[in-house]
């Protein structure tokens, strides 16, 4: 991992990973997917946008997913409805339906 990307808050790639053959996470990846969602705060549909690529990135690169810190802001402000301004309604929508696709696709992945 890249030690000089602060804002990507880097978690230390877990040892049994290593011992299981998975491939070292790729910074890189890490950067596009948070550049991308920090450029979609400043478009419409910003909630729709951010929810979009976060599950992209978990479901193409699970194991930069799980190293990357930054994300884990960016689900809490969609889950308590922060991403987006809007009336009560507007927000609980956006944040049911990151958290209902995100099952989803977890659900997918299980089987």
Do not use: H
């Not at 230390?12 to 491939?23: A, M, R």
């Not at 997917?33 to 929810?51: K, V």
């Amino acid at each position: 991992m890249a030690p000089d990307l602060p804002k990507l808050k880097l978690q230390p790639y877990p040892v049994q990973w290593g011992l299981t053959g998975k491939p070292n996470p790729d910074a890189m990846v890490c950067l596009w997917y948070f550049e991308r969602c920090r450029e979609a705060r400043s478009r419409e549909n910003t909630a729709q946008l951010i929810s979009d690529l976060l599950l992209e990135f978990e479901d193409k690169y699970p194991i930069e997913w799980k190293c990357s810190g930054w994300k884990n802001e960016l689900v809490a402000e969609l889950v308590l409805g922060e991403v987006q301004l809007g009336d009560f309604r507007e927000r609980k929508r956006y944040a049911e339906y990151w958290f209902s696709r995100r099952w989803k696709q977890e659900e997918k992945i299980e089987r």
